[in-house]
């Protein structure tokens, strides 16, 4: 079966970075766009960041544009997601997402797959 395995996620103070990774397998990885949500305590789970399945094009959510970024490596069936300059307002449950729809419209459109989330916590 399909499962998206989030890791990377931790402790950080504010200014700081952390990298999230996630895995994906059970799935042809180069077919799908991949993305990253997140989900702040009492919120609504939010987009971040979306990748397209050739890489070659992101998009970001106006919180996070210039201090994230996501990529991918196919032969490695990972999508990353760089997160530098981060913020207590980041602090939050990151969730991978796996999609064939257009990444562009990620943020909007059912999701096909999704991880279980990795907790990043910023403290000021």
């Known amino acids: 079966q399909v499962q998206l395995v989030e890791s990377g996620g931790g402790l950080a103070q504010a200014g700081g970075s952390l990298r999230l990774s996630c895995l994906a397998s059970?799935?042809?990885?180069?077919?799908?766009?991949m993305g990253w949500f997140r989900q702040a305590p009492g919120k609504e789970r939010a987009f971040v960041a979306a990748?397209?399945?050739?890489?070659?094009?992101?998009y970001y959510a106006d919180s996070v544009k210039g201090r994230f970024t996501i990529s991918r490596d196919n032969a490695k069936n990972t999508v990353y997601l760089q997160m530098n300059s981060l913020k207590p307002e980041d602090t939050a449950v990151y969730f991978c997402?796996?999609?064939?729809?257009?990444?562009?419209?990620?943020?909007?459109?059912?999701?096909?797959?999704w991880g279980q989330g990795t907790q990043v916590t910023v403290s000021s």
């Open positions: 059970g799935l042809t990885f180069n077919w799908y766009n």
């Open positions: 990748i397209t399945w050739t890489g070659l094009n992101t």
């Open positions: 997402a796996a999609d064939t729809t257009s990444a562009q419209r990620m943020a909007v459109t059912p999701i096909d797959y």
